[in-house]
């Protein structure tokens, strides 16, 4: 129903910015909400940021407060992250979602689209 695609990751320097983009595409008027999620290996997967595609609120996890922003095109289907300052604890692939509806945000479960990821690597 509905297709994510993940692009814009790549290999940056520490204090470097990257800028990772989601096109969306099929039943794109049935999402309500869309997040960036991130996993390095070894690790669970964790939220990133979260915006609601009416009106454009945002939320962001505490560890990337200040430095990354989430945004959306409506006329392009697009979602996008902004990297700034971006630290070796960043590296990671990065995962679009998307959900049909409300729920808590952090909740990778509650998500019903994902894209296939996108690897952002932080060098120091």
């Known amino acids: 129903q509905v297709q994510l695609v993940e692009s814009g990751g790549g290999l940056v320097q520490a204090g470097g910015s990257l800028r990772v983009s989601c096109a969306a595409s099929?039943?794109?008027?049935?999402?309500?909400?869309e997040a960036w999620f991130r996993q390095a290996p070894g690790k669970e997967r964790e939220f990133v940021a979260h915006?609601?595609?009416?009106?454009?609120?945002?939320y962001y996890a505490d560890s990337v407060k200040g430095r990354f922003t989430i945004s959306r095109d409506n006329a392009k289907k697009t979602m996008y992250l902004q990297m700034n300052n971006l630290k070796p604890e960043d590296t990671a692939v990065y995962y679009c979602?998307?959900?049909?509806?409300?729920?808590?945000?952090?909740?990778?479960?509650?998500?019903?689209?994902w894209g296939q990821g996108t690897q952002v690597t932080v060098s120091s």
């Open positions: 979602a998307a959900a049909r509806d409300t729920g808590s945000v952090t909740v990778a479960a509650l998500y019903n689209y």
């Open positions: 915006i609601r595609w009416n009106d454009g609120s945002t």
């Open positions: 099929g039943r794109t008027w049935s999402i309500y909400r």
